[in-house]
């Protein structure tokens, strides 16, 4: 279960050894891998996430969707009509990019589905914190408790359209949950908030250790507990702070200010950050490239990134959210089906040009054939 693991500690320059990055990890803890956790110091505290995350719903809520039912192409379908607009409160792309998020930070999605005749005219999204998974006896789930202000809402499972929607991902130690993608970077996040936190302090100190005041009076001796107390609040006050960078300090007889200072590369965070940014772009199928990484030569253009990020996580992510809806909304007889059209994405269009030049030039397929290997049904008709 995700709450055996939700949070560790990081133990410092023991874990990841000397230097800067350690001293900034040092005592912190990793951010925990709940849903609450990774939105709020994950997706609304570190602007990499943030955006990886937004990258992947965005695109996926944004695929062109094509609906085949008994093998040929509705597309004034109600189903597509249901998705566009889910509910009153919400246009199609706003409820995708919610289930597609909750996918991504919680590793769930869950979907309260409002029939009206048997049929389903709205869909709700329900935060996946909310909602615990009531099994039965075998351990299987039979219906789900969503916890809202009034009380909690039992929604049970009764194999029929209007049944709660769940939609997961694979989850290796739990049959009842998925895992979020972001939960593997939880370590990453971790690193780069404690770098974002480090650098801050480093440019609020003047980007520089303070330095040392050491005391040497001819007669030997330490500075009273008083004078040693009254030395350090008078530093902090005059001295601390971008207000006060380039203040002259004001010695008093026997102290002697021994400037410090960091090398270059110890105020060196950049490539640290980089790696916690490219370690949390992987975990969500997203190319650095995409985010503005650098240091990254796996693709060797923008464009090729893109497709690489349509083909490996949208299109894949796209499709089975869309069997999932339609499984639930449907019935088996009703032969529906919902892909995504790659004809539609403008960063495949290169790729998909050539697959048209290849299957045009092929005289030994008929038309039904081209079609079908196009993605389209056999039959126009």
């Known amino acids: 279960m995700l709450k055996g693991w939700m949070r560790r500690v990081v133990k410092g320059r023991q874990a990841m050894g000397g230097g800067p990055v350690a001293a900034a990890m040092a005592g912190v803890e990793v951010e925990g891998r709940s849903y609450a956790a990774l939105a709020r110091r994950g997706y609304a505290g570190n602007p990499v996430a943030h955006r990886a995350v937004r990258l992947v719903a965005e695109a996926a809520a944004a695929v062109p969707l094509v609906l085949q039912a008994e093998e040929r192409e509705v597309p004034g379908h109600p189903l597509l009509a249901l998705l566009a607009r ?13 289930l597609y998020s909750h996918l991504a930070l919680d590793g769930n999605a869950f979907v309260e589905v409002v029939t009206v005749a048997g049929e389903a005219r709205e869909l709700y999204p329900l935060r996946p ?3 615990r998974i009531e099994t039965g006896r075998q351990g299987w789930p039979e219906a789900l408790v ?9 929604l049970a499972f009764e194999g029929r359209i209007g049944d709660p929607l769940h939609i997961r991902l694979f989850h290796p130690l739990d049959a009842t949950r998925g895992l979020a993608p972001l939960a593997s970077a939880a370590g990453a996040i971790a690193l780069s908030n404690a770098a974002t936190r480090w650098n801050r302090a480093l440019i609020d100190n003047s980007a520089r250790p303070s330095g040392a005041l050491v ?11 008083q004078h040693y107390e009254r030395l350090k609040r008078e530093l902090e006050e005059g001295y601390a702070g971008a207000q006060a960078a380039g203040r002259p300090l004001l010695l008093e007889g026997g ?32 190319p650095p490239p995409l985010l503005g990484l650098p ?3 796996t693709y060797s253009n923008y464009q090729e990134a893109n497709r690489a990020f349509y083909r490996l996580t949208v299109l894949p992510l796209v499709a089975r959210t869309m069997a999932a809806l339609v499984q639930g909304l449907t019935r088996p007889a009703d032969r529906v089906r919902i892909d995504p059209d790659p004809d539609g994405i403008s960063a495949l269009s290169a790729e998909r040009g050539e697959l048209w030049a290849r299957v045009a030039a092929a005289p030994f397929l008929t038309d039904a054939e081209k079609r079908e290997a196009l993605g389209y049904a056999p039959d126009p008709r």
């Open 255 to 286: 102290l002697d200010w021994k400037p410090m200072s960091l090398t270059p590369r110890d105020l060196d965070f950049a490539e640290a950050k980089n790696g916690a940014a490219r370690d949390i772009a992987l975990s969500l199928g997203v």
């Open 146 to 154: 969503v916890e809202t202000g009034a009380g909690p809402r039992r």
């Open 215 to 225: 005391y040497q009076p001819k007669e030997g001796g330490n500075l009273s507990p």
């Open 129 to 131: 914190d909310r909602v």
């Open 86 to 98: 889910s509910n009153p409160l919400m246009a199609g792309p706003e409820f995708l990019e919610t």
């Open 295 to 297: 240091g990254d030569n």
